[in-house]
């Protein structure tokens, strides 16, 4: 619980440093905060219009000392991020983002987790290199990507569209008592 309470109060302090938030404003959003998670104290910051997307990535990106990124809208290579089971990023809040060379770079929403190296070095034998991202968008588009690949695929209406292809497929179904 204090972990949770020590994270509030710092994004709470970079968040005042950049003008974002007003100093008057600290008291009454680490008193609410006190009990909850970070993801409940970013996702409140940006509902209620305290802070913009950029200024909580911002602190994250100061917080965390890495590069934060806007995962929202981003295209994912399918293929690196088939390489992780949807639950685990799920679970875990990251999904990867680009390859460069020998390395991954994923987006996290806890750069810091000491777990998540390991758990991506499951699946993956590249170097790890993170950036923090906002917990629901990374939730969001993971579930995005697989609803989007899901439905990728194209009707049966359009699979064969020609007429002049000589290569019909023609299926015939059985029923029970005709087998």
């Known amino acids: 619980m204090a ?10 302090t970079i968040l005042i440093n950049q003008g974002a938030i007003k100093d008057s404003e ?9 009990d909850r998670g970070q993801s409940q ?7 209620e219009g305290i802070i913009t997307k950029e200024q909580l990535l911002g602190a994250l990106a100061t917080f965390y000392e890495v590069p934060a990124l806007d995962v929202e809208g981003e295209f994912f290579d399918h293929h690196l991020v088939t390489m992780f ?26 750069p810091n987790n000491p777990a998540l190296l390991e758990i991506i070095g ?6 790890i290199a993170f950036m923090v991202g906002i917990p ?24 064969h569209d020609s007429d002049d292809d000589e ?4 299926v015939t179904v059985i029923e029970e008592d005709e087998a």
């Open 41 to 47: 104290f970013e996702d409140f910051l940006l509902e």
């Open 26 to 34: 600290r008291t009454p959003i680490e008193t609410a905060f006190r």
């Open 3 to 12: 972990e949770r309470y020590d994270i509030v109060e710092a994004l709470t």
């Open 167 to 170: 290569t019909d497929l023609h």
């Open 136 to 159: 629901h968008h990374i939730t969001d588009e993971v579930k995005e990507f697989y609803e989007r690949s899901l439905t990728d695929f194209p009707r049966e209406d359009e699979v």
């Open 85 to 110: 089971p949807k639950d685990v990023m799920l679970r875990n809040l990251f999904i990867p983002y680009q390859r460069d060379g020998d390395v991954l770079i994923c987006i996290a929403a806890n």
């Open 122 to 127: 499951r699946f993956v034998s590249y170097d």
